[in-house]
């Protein structure tokens, strides 16, 4: 079973402080993506990485794949209140293949 | 864009109904479409892999003559919960598998939120 481990579950943090969102594998991915979702609505695409080592920047978010290419992590600076939501990481182990989804990170940014 | 819609947006049936829920991908083509279940403040389960004309493939658990999948076209696939149950009460969303660009992507559906009385 090819798993992915999503830390930490919850974060509650206070509007203008930094978080960082991490995601794990023991396999290797051919490519990650990172998600945001809303209650009640479907997850939104935010990235794709498929490079090992690869840095993309979205605005206040970065984005990081793991030289190996088993672990990314989602950094946000000076988080705002529009920025709470569920986010997702989901890993695909051969192109076109189905994604297996991160447990979630539940973030609450307080104004 | 990737637009992917999902109709009905929420449902509400009672016990021993079944349901249709459709999946349209409205700007792409998309030979596989997957369905997922997500539990209140849990993270999203596949449940099958939808492929135009042909057979779903169903994940380990997950009842195939329960949910019927449909794959008829490139844009539309739809979902069937046969005999509904509360416990199949859900939130079902559905994905398309857009390609060509160097890595496929899927891109996700509002979502259907079923509620078996």
């Known amino acids: 079973t090819q798993l992915l481990e999503q830390s930490p579950q919850f974060l509650s943090i206070q509007e203008g402080e930094n978080l960082t969102v991490y995601c794990n594998s023991s396999?290797?991915?051919?490519?990650l993506q990172w998600y945001r979702q809303e209650p009640g609505e479907g997850p939104v695409l935010l990235v794709t990485?498929?490079?090992?080592?690869e840095v993309k920047k979205l605005k206040r978010l970065t984005f990081q794949f793991g030289d190996a290419r088993k672990d990314s992590s989602l950094h946000i600076t000076a988080a705002q209140p529009g920025d709470t939501g569920l986010y997702l990481c989901?890993?695909?182990?051969?192109?076109?293949?189905?994604?297996?989804f991160g447990g979630g990170t539940r973030v609450l940014v307080k104004p | 864009g990737a637009v992917v819609s999902q109709h009905p947006s929420w449902v509400i049936c009672k016990s021993g109904t079944s349901v249709k829920i459709e999946c349209r991908s409205l700007?792409?083509?998309?030979?596989?479409m997957f369905w997922y279940r997500q539990f209140p403040k849990q993270s999203l389960m596949l449940m099958a892999t939808?492929?135009?004309?042909?057979?779903?493939?169903?994940e380990q658990g997950v009842e195939k003559d329960k949910f019927l999948i449909n794959h008829a076209s490139l844009t539309l696939s739809t979902l069937t919960v046969t005999s509904a149950h509360p416990e199949d009460s859900s939130f079902y969303i559905c994905?398309?598998?857009?390609?060509?660009?160097?890595?496929?992507?899927?891109?996700f559906g509002p979502g259907t939120r079923l509620t078996v009385l």
């Open positions: 396999s290797v991915f051919s490519s």
């Open positions: 989901a890993g695909a182990w051969a192109a076109g293949n189905k994604l297996t």
């Open positions: 994905s398309a598998l857009r390609g060509g660009r160097g890595t496929d992507t899927q891109y």
């Open positions: 700007d792409f083509q998309a030979t596989t």
């Open positions: 990485v498929v490079t090992g080592g």
């Open positions: 939808s492929n135009e004309g042909s057979k779903a493939t169903y």
